[in-house]
């Protein structure tokens, strides 16, 4: 994220579990979950989840590396700290993206294969050089998902906008996703304004808020879904979700006809994952916002995980969760990334 809406010190502090002390609100799943990991694996801070092709999940803890579940027990299979998100190719290969912290230089895309950890590409260094959306160069992937034929999107949060990239290392940019003005409300109510600090109490009714892509999936169209956070000061109601068409490059979401919203209303997007229906399904980490979750954590409700179908309409599949962080779809089971920071669990709803 850039700019004035929020900074990426900011946001590195929900990257990791030693800058909160969580507080756990209410916590509801449907009446069939379980839990798919281990809950006293030990789980630093994760970001990512997703299904690989042998049956097994894979979590990507930014604290460790890449942690593979299989059978309800986990194992560290690749070392990678600060890793964000994961994409399998195919049985033990994947790729893997870095992010987050105080160091530019640790923006970067891997090929992992069992044994074995190799950098494709310098996130960092592309935002540093072509900067897409054109403002303050800051880059923080956090989302990635894999194209036919072994090329892979990227989300970069701090950059707002769509990468691509092939093995070979070679980098563009899709589209960038525009500024919006929000309200101020919920920050203002989150610090219990009025009463509350001058320099929160005292802002406008509405700022601009920087889009922040955290999340892309390829859908059964073939087109990319990206989905956005929303930035300072974290609104409620006003993330949204992209649809880019497929083989698009250099697009500016807002202006362009290669960009449209398809769903909108969300409160700080995470994730999104298609089930092979062609469902969509929406991770919120707080329907506080992701403010509450990383400033002021005794205000946070708990995250939603949604279900959208392609006309637009969505339906809750679960609420109060508590600061879920990313879902996957496998053998017509729906798996979930919960307690991300702290005690982080795999649960099956459905």
């Avoid at 890793?83 to 891997?110: E, H, N, Q, W």
Wanted: hydrophobic content about 45%; proline content about 7%; some cysteine.
């Amino acid at each position: 994220m850039k700019g004035i809406t929020c900074n990426t010190a900011e946001w590195n502090k929900l990257r990791s579990a030693m800058t909160l002390a969580l507080v756990i609100g209410l916590f509801w799943i449907s009446a069939s979950a379980g839990v798919a990991g281990p809950p006293s694996y030990p789980f630093i801070a994760v970001f990512g989840l997703a299904a690989a092709p042998d049956g097994s999940l894979l979590v990507a803890d930014a604290g460790a590396g890449i942690v593979e579940l299989r059978k309800q027990e986990g194992s560290l299979i690749a070392a990678l700290p600060g890793v964000s998100d994961i994409t399998p190719i195919g049985r033990g290969d994947m790729f893997a993206i870095t992010g987050g912290g105080d160091d530019p230089s640790a923006r970067k895309l891997f090929r992992v294969s069992r044994g074995s950890i190799r950098q494709i590409a310098d996130l960092g260094a592309f935002e540093a050089s072509v900067n897409p959306d054109g403002g303050v160069i800051d880059s923080n992937p956090f989302g990635v998902a894999l194209l036919h034929g072994g090329e892979v999107l990227i989300a970069d949060a701090g950059g707002n906008d769509l990468l691509i990239a092939d093995e070979k290392g070679n980098v563009d940019w899709v589209a960038t996703l525009p500024d919006e003005l929000v309200s101020t409300a919920n920050v203002k109510q989150l610090f219990g304004c009025p009463a509350g600090p001058p320099n929160i109490c005292g802002l406008p009714p509405i700022i601009p808020a920087q889009a922040v892509a955290t999340s892309v999936a390829i859908g059964p169209d073939g087109a990319y879904y990206v989905g956005e956070l929303k930035g300072f000061p974290a609104p409620t109601g006003a993330s949204k979700i992209w649809r880019i068409e497929p083989g698009t490059r250099h697009a500016k979401c807002g202006t362009s006809s290669a960009c449209r919203v398809v769903a909108e209303g969300f409160t700080s997007i995470v994730d999104l994952a298609f089930g092979p229906d062609g469902t969509l399904y929406v991770v919120e980490i707080d329907e506080a916002s992701w403010f509450a979750v990383e400033v002021l954590p005794a205000k946070k409700v708990g995250g939603t995980i949604n279900a959208c179908v392609p006309s637009g309409s969505c339906s809750v599949v679960a609420t109060g969760l508590p600061v879920p962080i990313a879902a996957t779809v496998d053998r017509g089971q729906l798996f979930a990334l919960i307690n991300a920071l702290e005690g982080a669990t795999v649960v099956t709803l459905f």
